[in-house]
């Protein structure tokens, strides 16, 4: 399942918005992995061991209260050279929040996760919202996303004709139905990643929260 509207967004506004990033395109050779709202401990062990057996690195954008929930999970992920990002404590829906309550939201997160970046939930965020979070964090969205959330996602069917340099893929480290469910699921999600590293076999890029580091995979 690939969210074509994430690149569509990210051509038109690529540029244009100061502190969003919706795609590397055109800066780099990578293609950027990103799991959102972990981390699970199940799930994010499994996908640490993955990455690590690909030499790759990844962005894991965490909720604050699974942090809190599961802190020696979340070591793991920066001890396995991976970078974390702020997704905010409890999943809101920023067109449904007022200002106040979303950057409360996300400051309590930020207790838990030490990161400039930040990934809003659903990628909603409103412009006073915006306005108060670039201040203090670089905003990255998405050019494409997996439906690995819903039930029934099968990674078999999943196209990734087309992936280009500078994408960004979301996926999510809670997705009980495709990471946690039975063996043969797993094998199948192990198979979509090893397509992806093998579609790129250059440098991934780590977005580190102070500066770009390069990992290249041999
Ligand atoms: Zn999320």
Redesign the pocket.
């Known amino acids: 399942m690939i969210d074509q509207m994430g690149r569509i967004l990210a051509n038109i506004a690529g540029g244009l918005i100061p502190g969003i990033r919706f795609s590397m395109a055109g800066e780099t050779n990578s293609v950027y992995l990103t799991f959102?709202?972990g981390p699970h401990p199940e799930t994010t062990p499994r996908i640490l061991d993955l990455l690590a057996k690909h030499d790759a690195r990844a962005t894991f954008?965490c909720?604050g209260r699974n942090v809190e929930k599961y802190p020696a999970v979340f070591d793991s992920i920066i001890e396995g050279g991976h970078v974390v990002g702020n997704?905010s404590w409890s999943?809101p829906n920023g067109w449904l929040t007022s200002t106040g309550k979303y950057l409360a939201d996300v400051n309590r997160a930020s207790e838990v996760i030490d990161s400039n970046l930040f990934?809003p939930?659903?990628g909603r965020i409103t412009p006073g919202q915006y306005r108060q979070l670039k201040k203090r964090y670089e905003i990255i969205m998405w050019t494409r996303q997996f439906a690995d959330y819903r039930p029934g996602f099968n990674p078999h069917r999943v196209s990734l004709n087309g992936i280009q340099p500078g994408d960004i893929l979301v996926m999510?480290d809670n997705s009980a139905n495709v990471w946690n469910d039975a063996p043969p699921n797993i094998f199948n999600t192990l198979k979509l990643m090893d397509r992806i590293f093998a579609c790129f076999p250059y440098s991934f890029q780590v977005c580190n929260t102070k500066r770009m580091v390069h990992h290249t995979i041999p």
């Open positions: 959102d709202d954008f909720l997704h999943h990934r939930p659903y999510h």
